[in-house]
């Protein structure tokens, strides 16, 4: 059954960087679009960004854009959210997520995905 499994949160202060990891198992996405989602307390999951298969296509949210990067390594089927200059505001549940057959497009709505991992907390302190 396919998984998918986040790492790499934790509590830092305004202005640090965390590297987030979202690794596969029992199947392979290495030809898929991946997308990181976020969740904060009290309000609905929000897209913050996606790659496409081979890492040529990005997309981000307008709120992370120049802070955050997207990167893979299909080889170790794992896909990275480099996070800087955090935040309080990125303070959240961190999701990545895999949809159902091989989009040629990085969708940005939730529903597009099917495979979600358990997600990982992020707290950027002020």
């Known amino acids: 059954q396919a998984q998918l499994v986040e790492s790499g949160g934790g509590l830092v202060q305004a202005g640090a960087s965390l590297r987030l990891s979202c690794t596969a198992s029992?199947?392979?996405?290495?030809?898929?679009?991946i997308g990181w989602f976020r969740q904060a307390s009290g309000k609905e999951r929000e897209f913050v960004a996606g790659?496409?298969?081979?890492?040529?296509?990005?997309d981000y949210s307008d709120s992370v854009k120049g802070r955050f990067t997207i990167s893979r390594d299909n080889a170790k089927n794992t896909v990275y959210l480099q996070m800087n200059s955090l935040k309080p505001e990125d303070t959240a549940v961190y999701y990545c997520?895999?949809?159902?057959?091989?989009?040629?497009?990085?969708?940005?709505?939730?529903?597009?995905?099917?495979?979600w991992g358990q997600g990982t907390q992020v707290t950027v302190s002020s």
């Open positions: 790659i496409d298969w081979n890492g040529g296509i990005t």
């Open positions: 997520a895999a949809p159902p057959i091989n989009y040629s497009h990085i969708y940005t709505r939730s529903g597009a995905y099917d495979y």
């Open positions: 029992g199947a392979t996405f290495s030809g898929y679009v």
